[in-house]
């Protein structure tokens, strides 16, 4: 078993509270069906869309980051998979899907520490 990491980008924001109610709903339903899986490591938390940028050693931050909006890191979620074909199809019952967003799938290295 490997861990692999669901970056969350893009993906529009609800229009209304009735809305809002019904995507978190869609999300608590996917997060159990991957605890109830025993794949869910970590569900991770939702990201700020600002932060700041480390550029190097020195110390130099700036804003950022600056990308596209559909390409700004919303969130993140770690699970438990045989493989990356597994973490992909667990992925794809996200419902971040159904806002236009998608989701990056990389496998955690293990470093052995």
Known sequence: MSE???????????EDPAE???????????????????KLKDPGQPLEPQGKVVRNASGTVTDGPYAEAKDLVG????VDAQSL???CKLASGCPIFDAGGTIEVRPILNMGM
């Open 75 to 78: 969130g993140f979620t770690l």
């Open 20 to 38: 809002g109610q019904k995507v978190m709903q869609a999300w608590v339903a996917w997060m159990k069906s991957l605890t109830d899986a025993g």
């Open 85 to 87: 074909d597994e973490a």
């Open 4 to 14: 692999y990491l669901f970056l969350y980008r893009g993906g529009r924001q609800p």
